[in-house]
């Protein structure tokens, strides 16, 4: 019960500390991508590249 | 200064101390009485029985500082059987103390003239209350009879051969110990407490405490070999061989009658030898007790055990828990009235858990009483785990009775094992009554992780709430008919085809065209120049029953690293049955990671359902060093997760403990003395 508790503990401190003292977000809808120069230099390949991508809203 | 007389029978020197009434003549035996002149020969005593006594005549001693010398013993009959030894202190300042033996307890009284009137004999019940005024409320142990055995030494009372004398003894707190003796018209008042030989300090006659010594006889009735290992104080024997039950009282051992035991479960074999909580003891006897409650037999056995100061614990085994009894003066324990749940005793609070009839089924080995297969007592037991106070009421035959109370600590089985240096021990099935909740010494050892964790936390949510300072880093609201200006040109081809439309401003536009511009919104430049704080974007539209949406990049101009989100302000409402109902929300908000230190772009594609948006005007925040109560909240429960778990099995444990109590929340108003069934 130790062990598990000190696993509990581990965890959920380590969760808490990467968001507060490094910004690390886990949860909600969001992705990190590299976008190309080409798509950056080009403001309407955006959408594309993100459709493509698999990252588009909508109801 | 002793008289010296002559003995009425014999002529041998007799000596006769202030205050002393009658004197034993050593050679013959005579009860000699104090007269004006001569003593007056009153009877002959039989010889004494030996009890084992580690006392003997001419000792000395020392009380509150007063020298004293044994000066004479008289052996009284209880009417359970046995003898006890009533020892006679001469004090050097001329009074007479009465030292009272009984299985190793030493009692100290002294005579007292009551300060108020002393309750008849027939008011008394053992395990009641004794109102003796002003001195004091005592709690009856014992009312019975004594019978007059034998003497020696000089007596301070005048002693009658063969008389009976009823008594009661009062119990009271901290060893105070009281005898009221009914032998006279007038009660006599005897106040005192329990002591050792040690407080008492005594030399010369004493002799050392005997070693439990074995004594090998036969059965009279099988012939099998026993061996009694307190053959002073054993008053019966059951016969492990044949099962007889015998008389083994002056010494001999006579067949009483046969009976039918049940399966002798032998764990501890008698005469087995161990050392219980650093008491080297001897297992001389095995009772086999059990009760019944609601048609169902729950049986137990009883270990009698002999220590080497003649003195007598138990060693109790039910389904497999074990527990080591010692008694209890009654005076240490409150009155436990019919029915009471809970009472106050050697400082802890304990709970009535059960009242049952206990029954003696099997009787295997030597006892210090004249036990009877199917002797009942009934028992009254309160729990604070792991002990149990047991009260036993005794009802004695041709009237008076008895209360003894026990305190049980619960031993686990390897502490038996090794006491006794036995086999392994089945493990123990169930939950006992005074078991210790296992869960609770976990739970105690989690308080400091738990204390230090929640101290860590609050360090930590105080550092957190220090450090974010939830910077705005853009701001806008975006008009999504800028965005797209032809969403004019289409809203007017609609207004053109009598489809009704929902505007939110009808601001005047350009030219509509005939398809509708997909809006894209880029930012400009945005410096973020705190690298490991979140970031926080934040879509606000006054939607009604519709919604709008937001597929969002913040792009770094540096890396072309993009953290992609999508946003929804989505909100409906209506009424459903007479009901009104809502779901969704104006403002959503999406938590982006930290993001290097460098130049950003915020790039903003809002979407909605049909040709036209449900909203003019959407609000987009984005924030950095945002506070974020989730992890906290995350991390309290994982400090908690283990202890609630600890908790709840805790309760489970005491539940499944008090399933099986008349007291038990479960259980009615029921449950009182007479609760248990026979």
Known sequence: MRILYMIFLGGGFSLMVANGFFGREFFGQRRRADLPPSVRQTPGAYRTFLHNNGFHGGK | MSALASCPSCGAALSFRPGTMVAVCPYCHALAARRD????????????????????????????????????????????????????????????????????????????????????????????LADLGPDGLWTVGEVSEATFHSAEGEIPWAVDP?????FADLSGQHGAFATLDYSEDQPLFFLGREMSLAELGLR???????????????????????????PDETLRVGCPSCGSLLSAEGGKLAFLKSLKQPRQDVVIPLGAEGSLEGVPVTCIGQLRRSCTVDGTVYPW???????????????????????????VAP?????????????????????????VAATVEGVWGEFYWQVEQGEQVQVTEFVAPPRSLTRERQA??????????????????EQVQAAFKLQPLPEPTGVASFQPNPHKATLASSWLWLVGALGLLLILVMAESVTHRNVELFHRKLDLYELAPNLRQVEAEAIRR???????????????????????????????????????VTLSAPVNNSWVGVEGALVSETTGVAELFLLESSFYHGV???ESWSEGDHTQTVFLSAVPAGTYVLRLAPQWDGPLPPVRVIDVQLRQGVMRWLYPGLALLAILVVPLILVFRLAAFESRRWQESMYGPSAGTGGGDSGGDD
């Open chain 2, 37 to 128: 002149r001569d003593p007056e020969l009153i009877g002959k005593v039989a010889a004494l029985m030996d009890t084992g006594s580690p006392l003997a005549l001419g000792a000395t001693g020392t009380y509150t500082g007063r020298a004293f010398t044994l000066a004479g013993r008289v052996q009284l009959r209880h009417p359970l059987g046995g003898v006890w030894d009533e020892w006679y202190l001469a004090l050097d300042d001329g009074r007479w103390g009465w030292l009272a033996e009984a299985q190793g307890r030493f009692y100290l009284t002294f005579t007292q003239a009551p300060h108020g009137t002393l309750p008849a004999a027939g008011s008394l019940e053992a395990g009641g």
């Open chain 2, 162 to 166: 063969g008389a009976t004398y009823r």
């Open chain 2, 204 to 230: 010369g006659g004493a002799k050392k405490p005997g070693k439990v010594g074995v004594q090998n006889l036969n059965c009279p009735k099988c012939g099998g070999p026993l061996a009694l290992r307190a």
């Open chain 2, 301 to 327: 056995n009883e270990y009698l055990l002999l220590d080497g100061q003649h003195g007598f614990r138990w060693l109790v085994q039910s389904e497999g828990h074990w527990s080591v009894a010692v008694a």
């Open chain 2, 331 to 355: 005076g240490d324990v409150p009155q436990a009235r019919d029915g009471q749940r809970s009472l106050f005793a050697l400082g802890a609070t304990w709970r009535r858990f059960q009242d």
């Open chain 2, 396 to 413: 004695h035959k041709g009237g008076g009775g008895e209360v003894n109370w026990s305190l049980s600590t619960y031993l686990r089985p």
């Open chain 2, 498 to 536: 009598g489809i009704p439309v929902r505007r939110p401003s009808p601001t005047p536009g350009p030219a509509p065209a005939a398809e509708a511009q997909e809006p894209v919104f880029f930012s400009d430049p945005i410096e973020i120049r705190e690298g490991r704080q979140n970031l926080a």
């Open chain 2, 576 to 578: 459903d049955g007479g």
